[in-house]
């Protein structure tokens, strides 16, 4: 065997060098047996189309889809798992922010707000006409402007309605400047009513410089306090007045009954009452009068408020004992005059009273005289001494003279007949007496 030969076979096996793999490399890819890296990107993306449609929820609500570029694996969520606290923080411009999920829940920064103006100096600068302007912090703290006006006006003040005062305008002719508006609810009135003549109450009015509001028009339907009346007929009387009817008949009945003249039959038993020409009742002082007899009266509002009628009431009393002589019956005599005023008619009562002679008992005569009573005016008389005095119904409505008693025997021609009958039935009795003693 030839080790020579033996020698060149293992030459001819020997590893190929680097360059000659390399080369060879590059023929097999030129003639197309090896893929190239563009294919296997092809390949890589035609597997991506692989992925299936469904999603994932993340913690802050949002959801995310799987990403074929890494494995088909889901997408990462935006946000942390992590859930914030339902809470806000004021900035200083008076902006809110709120936690960030994604940033650790923490605040996010506020917008920057910017810095304040820069403070000025007070001090002040003198314009030319004597008025005086400041600083002005949005200019560079500069000055203000002059306003230079060359009017000199007097020193004086105008009062508004609000309670405040303007002084004139120099730079316009000196002209008072409008008042502040006031609204008409802002004047404040006191909160008291006054009661009209049909009953109802009115305010004061803001817009009239607090005066009373009018009273509505006088009323032919008075009011429920009225005789025969209540609220359900007032109530009906009144409607037919808003309802625009002039003359209103009223039925003679007890409650009254109202009806609208301008539709009522013929002949009806109706008295028409007009809104115009029915007086009502009017509101009065409440002042009294002192009486003769000391009593006091108030006023009618039923008759221009003019004061009541005192009462008339004169009584008389006399009183005749004749003392019992030898057993002779004694005869006592006694006349009670009283007069009481009832609607326009004086009632005189004379009693006398006679012990009748062997009788054992009382004999009384009664004189009942009735006479009209003279309707005096209630005015009176102030006398020297500070009393006063009123008008003597007995006497043609004269005064009662000063110091004169009200009540005297000779101050009626009642009382003087009586006095006369009780003159005679003393002589009879006397005569009586005086022929029993014989």
């Known amino acids: 065997m030839n080790f020579g030969s033996s020698n060149e076979i293992k030459s001819t096996h020997r590893r190929p060098s680097r360059s000659a793999s390399c ?90 707000v910017d810095p304040e103006p820069l403070g000025c100096t007070e001090d002040l600068m003198a314009c030319p006409d004597g008025t005086y302007v400041g600083r002005d912090p949005e200019n560079d703290c500069e000055f203000r402007p002059c306003v230079l006006c060359r009017e000199v006006c007097p020193a004086m003040v105008q009062e508004c309605e609000d309670g405040s005062f303007v002084v004139p305008d120099p730079c316009n002719d000196c002209a008072f400047p409008p008042c502040p508006d006031v609204d008409p609810e802002a004047v404040g009135c006191t909160e008291e009513v006054m009661e009209c003549p049909d009953g109802s109450f009115v305010s004061r009015d803001s817009e009239n410089n607090c005066e009373f509001m009018p009273c509505p028009p006088p009323s032919a339907c008075g009011r429920p306090t009225d005789p025969c009346m209540d609220d359900d007929n007032w109530q009906a009387c009144r409607d037919l007045e808003e309802a625009g009817c002039e003359n209103i008949g009223v039925k003679e009945s007890c409650p009254l009954q109202f009806a609208c003249g301008d539709v009522g039959p013929s002949g009806s038993d109706t008295t028409v009452a007009t809104t115009t020409s029915a007086p009502g009742p009017q509101d009065c002082l409440t002042d009294t009068k002192e009486c003769p007899d000391g009593t006091d009266v108030g006023r009618d509002p039923n008759n221009d408020c003019d004061f009541l009628p005192c009462p008339s009431t004169t009584t008389t009393t006399l009183t005749t004992a004749v003392q019992d002589i030898e057993g002779v019956t004694t005869t006592a005599t006694t006349l009670t005059t009283a007069a009481q005023e009832s609607e326009g008619v004086t009632t005189t009562t004379t009693m006398l009273t006679t012990p009748a002679q062997g009788s054992g008992g009382v004999a009384t005569t009664t004189t009942t005289l009735i006479t009209p009573a003279q309707d005096c005016e209630n005015d009176v008389e102030v006398c020297p001494d500070g009393t006063t005095v009123g008008r003597n119904p007995d006497n043609g409505c004269n005064f009662f003279s000063c110091g004169e008693e009200v009540s005297t025997l000779s101050s009626s021609p009642t009382v003087a007949s009586g006095l006369l009958i009780l003159m005679t039935l003393m002589i009879s009795v006397s005569v009586s007496v005086y022929v029993a003693c014989l």
């Open 23 to 112: 080369s060879l490399l590059v023929a097999l890819l030129a003639l197309g047996f090896l893929p190239s890296t563009s294919a296997q990107k092809e390949a890589q993306d035609d597997a991506a189309f692989a992925c299936t449609d469904d999603v994932a929820m993340c913690p802050d609500g949002t959801y995310v889809a799987r990403d074929p570029g890494n494995g088909c694996q889901f997408r990462p969520c935006e946000c942390s798992e992590v859930l914030c606290d339902d809470i806000v923080q004021e900035c200083e411009d008076g902006s809110f922010v709120a936690p960030d999920p994604c940033g650790d829940c923490s605040f996010p920064p506020c917008p920057e």
